[in-house]
């Protein structure tokens, strides 16, 4: 018996080496739609979509702005922009980049049917070409986003692009881009195949990835991707399961690379209305008021959950106990926020004061499939929060229910994740008072409402000097947490796992690049 | 004969009516599928936009007008998740799942029907009895565990088999299979095998309850005072009256394999229509949720007349367009 397990082990042992050469198979974890990269702003779209294409504006692994197709931009006056062109850019059917595939990637994103980039190119009201390799892009009013926003617009070819729908970009026929892989195949559901681009602009002599051909293989079930990496069917894979972590690192032949992401976590506290949706005392007679208006309760509600303890024991380490909406490299965090510290006495002497020493009963609200350990979290932060006196019951919903029932309104102390680029955006969306005309408030659950806050963004996005508008994103960003406009939780850490000799740059975006694997 | 397939039809298109109309007003009462989708940057503005754009800011009934309008010219919609038409998506995913539940159903036929009838003809050999206690594992084992043990199994530990994904696909009469190429048949076996399990198990218990009430029957009696060969009364005389219920039971099954392959499809990344519904209920895709279930009704329909009209092949005494 002990003879046969041997043979077979040895017969197993030719399928579970790295790829050989220069082939490279990385398993994703959430479906890609489409290849069109004007369509919609999916992170499993947009991660293909930047391995063929590139924008005028990329961000780094701290998700800092870098130059991207543009070499350089700055402000003619407060409403116009100038850029740059990279010179000798070449697409990979050999056409040489021009300003007007620019101006026409700008344009495309507002004319794809049912496309969502709009948001970032619909306040450009006119474009000029000056010359071949400048192009100057005017707003309305003054709008400090735009480099940001540019990064989100890939740049094709328009010559390829000019008379193609979504479908040619799926066929591969429009997928003509600039970026360090050429596009080979998209077998919707199972797989994405790249090639290297040899003349990427990006490679400067050297070559632009270790790679000559990329498959993204698709595998959303958790298992089954850990599965493929193990049986070395995959070199590497993305957002690794925290229950698999300690197991991973047992493994000789396998390593981690893991990165703060940008996606932090927290709480919405119904503040809109007297009575919040679902809050009652806790033999469920309904309350006299809305104890979230109270800031005390906000507080108490914050000291009494122990983040230390989630981001150790239920995260396994995949987490950094939060202060801010945005996470450490993020633009706009203010580091001088430091987390509440974990004090369950401190938190029923305030709901004592604000008139709750028997506190309250609850419902406590959360996915149940979107952000990392979501359920397990809710639960217990539940826990937590009985310990001061609060009763929570935990509703996890799927996402698909989940969003739909926030945007109107119908949860009282619901948990939600959030990506950002800066500070001030995730303001804007999340705390600032809702307003459809200014786009401030989209995703504000809470209904919380500060002048103060308001003004600091405004201010923020007027201006064009990056220090000063950081420094007001910051200040805004302290005044929300002072005064517990949300409860921040943690932010998350991402984390990649491949086959050694494998080596990934890790990014804070939860980006998988294929060009920043390198073989050590 | 041609009345019944004609009501048959009929009545579909009433199923069709009455499903579509409920799951649309299903996926209207979750909500904004826009919320889901939307760019988390968006405000208020973008979103109305998006959501004006697809026609889902008017009444539910309006909607369905719309949905129903272009349906009868074949037009199911766009996906909102893939910007291509959905019956399209549909049918482009089609033959992986189909070449899937085939493979699983013939794993299941071909294996279940001889163990069966090993089983019913030797109740009381070790073989037999080991036969029935494994279609009891079989029954009982959930298919997401049984897939992550075939995995851990087969392609972790022995290295065997691919953990997951389709493999290279061979254009057969135009379309994509993956059978006719090994590569392709090592991707597909763990899978089939996974869903084979349950139908396996159904089959093998059929068949040896079907067998054992069959030996005691007269007419078995009497074949073997006639001398006939054993070959010959198993292979026909048993085998033709335990097959009704079997052939009843796996057409059922098939269309229920196809439509509800899901699980399998999760686990091993297999990119067939289930995998493609559970994502697309994921997002509220509405086109592509009510274009698959108009498939899946009409594969039932087709399915339920092909068994009948086999049912009337194997038993003569059963005859299609009778008051029934």
Redesign the interface.
């Given at each position: 018996m002990r003879r046969l397990l041997r043979i077979?082990v040895a017969?197993?042992?030719?399928?579970?080496l790295p790829a050989q050469g220069a082939d490279l198979r990385i398993g994703l974890a959430a479906?890609v739609?489409?290849m069109?990269p004007h369509?919609?702003?999916?992170a499993p779209n947009i991660n293909i979509a930047w391995h063929v294409f590139d924008a005028l504006t990329h961000v780094d692994e701290d998700a800092r702005l870098i130059p991207g197709l543009a070499v350089s931009w700055r402000t003619i006056d407060s409403t116009t922009w100038e850029f740059k062109l990279r010179r000798g850019v070449r697409f990979h059917d050999g056409a040489e980049l021009t300003a007007e595939d620019v101006v026409f990637s700008i344009e495309r994103t507002l004319k794809?049917?049912?496309g969502?980039?709009?948001?970032?190119t619909?306040r450009i009201v006119a474009k000029e070409i000056v010359d071949p390799a400048t192009l100057r892009l005017k707003t309305a009013a003054p709008y400090a986003m735009v480099p940001y926003d540019l990064n989100s617009v890939s740049i094709v070819s328009r010559k390829a692009a000019v008379r193609s729908g979504?479908?040619d970009f799926?066929s591969g026929k429009a997928m003509i881009g600039t970026g360090p892989f050429r596009f080979v195949r998209f077998?919707?559901?199972?797989?994405v195949e790249l090639a290297r681009n040899d003349g990427y602009w990006g490679a400067q002599g050297g070559k632009s990835a270790a790679w000559e051909k990329v498959t993204f293989?698709?595998?959303?079930?958790d298992?089954?991707r850990l599965?493929?990496l193990?049986?070395?069917?995959l070199d590497a894979i993305e957002q690794v399961p925290t229950a698999d972590l300690p197991r991973i690192r047992r493994d000789a032949r396998l390593q981690t690379a893991q990165k703060v992401s940008w996606r932090t976590i927290f709480f919405h506290l119904d503040q809109r209305r007297d009575q919040a949706p679902g809050l009652t005392d806790k033999a469920g007679r309904s309350l006299a008021g809305n104890p979230f208006r109270d800031i005390r309760v906000r507080r108490a509600l914050s000291k009494a959950i122990n983040r230390q303890a989630i981001a150790e024991r239920l995260m396994d380490g995949a987490a950094i106990p939060a202060a801010n909406l945005v996470s450490p490299p993020v633009f706009g965090h203010a580091s001088d926020l430091k987390p509440e510290p974990y004090d369950p006495e401190g938190a029923k002497r305030l709901l004592a004061e604000a008139g709750y020493p028997d506190g309250f009963a609850m419902t406590l609200s959360a996915t149940s499939?979107r952000y990392v350990n979501d359920e397990q979290i809710a639960q217990a932060v539940a826990q937590m929060l009985a310990r001061v006196g609060v009763r929570a019951r935990v509703e996890a919903l799927?996402?698909?229910?989940y969003?739909?029932?926030?945007?109107?309104g119908e949860f009282a102390f619901a948990m939600l994740g959030?990506?950002?680029f800066s500070g001030d955006?995730a303001l804007r969306?999340l705390v600032a008072t809702?307003n459809?005309?200014?786009?401030?408030g989209?995703?504000n659950w809470s209904g919380y409402s500060n002048p103060r806050i308001d003004e600091l963004l405004e201010r923020a996005f007027a201006s064009v000097d990056e220090k000063q508008r950081e420094a007001l994103a910051r200040d805004a960003m302290r005044l929300a947490m002072r005064d517990y406009a949300v409860i921040p939780l943690h932010h998350q850490v991402t984390t990649w796992a491949m086959r050694k000799p494998l080596a990934y740059a890790p990014r804070t975006d939860e980006f998988t690049f294929a060009h920043h694997f390198r073989a050590q | 004969m041609l009345s019944h397939i004609a009501r048959r039809v009929l009545q579909s298109f009433g199923v069709l009516a009455v499903m579509s109309l409920l799951v649309f007003a299903g996926v209207y009462a979750?909500?904004?599928p826009m919320?889901?989708?939307?760019?988390?940057?968006?405000?208020?503005?973008?979103?109305?936009?998006?959501t004006a754009?697809?026609g889902l800011d008017r009444p539910l009934l309006e909607q369905y007008f719309i949905f129903i309008k272009h349906a009868a010219t074949g037009d199911l919609g766009?996906?909102?998740?893939?910007?291509?038409p959905a019956i399209g998506?549909i049918l482009?995913?089609m033959p992986a799942t189909l070449e899937l539940a085939t493979a699983a159903m013939l794993i299941a036929v071909l294996l279940g029907i001889p163990l069966g009838l090993w089983a019913g003809l030797k109740p009381r050999s070790g073989a037999g009895k080991t036969i029935m206690a494994s279609s009891i594992l079989g029954f009982s084992l959930p298919t997401f565990w049984v897939g992550?043990m075939l995995?851990?199994v087969f392609?972790?530990?022995?290295?065997?088999l691919?953990?997951?994904?389709?493999g290279p696909t061979v254009n057969l009469f135009g379309i994509p299979v993956s059978f006719l190429s090994l590569e392709g048949l090592r991707h597909l076996v763990l899978p089939a095998a996974n869903l084979a399990l349950f139908n396996l198990s159904l089959v093998i218990r059929l068949t040896r309850s079907g067998t054992r009430e069959a030996i005691g029957q007269d007419y078995v009696r009497f074949a073997r005072a006639k001398g006939l060969t054993e070959t010959r009364i198993v292979g026909v005389h048993v085998l033709r009256n335990v097959l009704v219920p079997v052939v009843t039971v796996v057409g059922v099954e098939f269309g229920s394999v196809i439509a509800f392959a899901v699980v399998t499809e999760?686990?091993?990344?297999w990119?067939?229509m289930g995998?493609?519904l559970i994502?697309s209920?994921?997002?509220?895709d509405r086109p592509v949720i009510v274009g698959y279930l108009c498939i899946v009704v009409a594969l039932f329909v087709a399915i339920n007349l092909f068994v009948d009209l086999l049912y009337s092949w194997l038993d003569p005494r059963v005859r299609l367009g009778e008051a029934a």
């Open positions: 077979l017969a197993s042992i030719p399928w579970a479906d739609t489409s069109d369509f919609l702003n999916l794809v049917p049912n969502q980039l709009g948001i970032f619909r979504p479908e799926d077998a919707r559901g199972d797989r293989r698709i595998v959303p079930t298992p089954a599965a493929g193990l049986s070395g069917e499939n799927p996402v698909s229910a969003l739909p029932k926030g945007a109107k959030w990506g950002s955006l969306s809702a459809a005309d200014k786009g401030f989209a995703f | 979750v909500g904004n919320d889901i989708l939307v760019n988390p940057q968006s405000d208020q503005i973008e979103i109305a936009r998006a754009a697809l766009r996906s909102f998740a893939f910007n291509v998506l482009e995913r992550l995995i851990l392609s972790v530990w022995l290295g065997w691919p953990t997951s994904g389709r999760s686990i091993f990344a990119p067939g995998k493609l994502d209920i994921n997002v509220l």
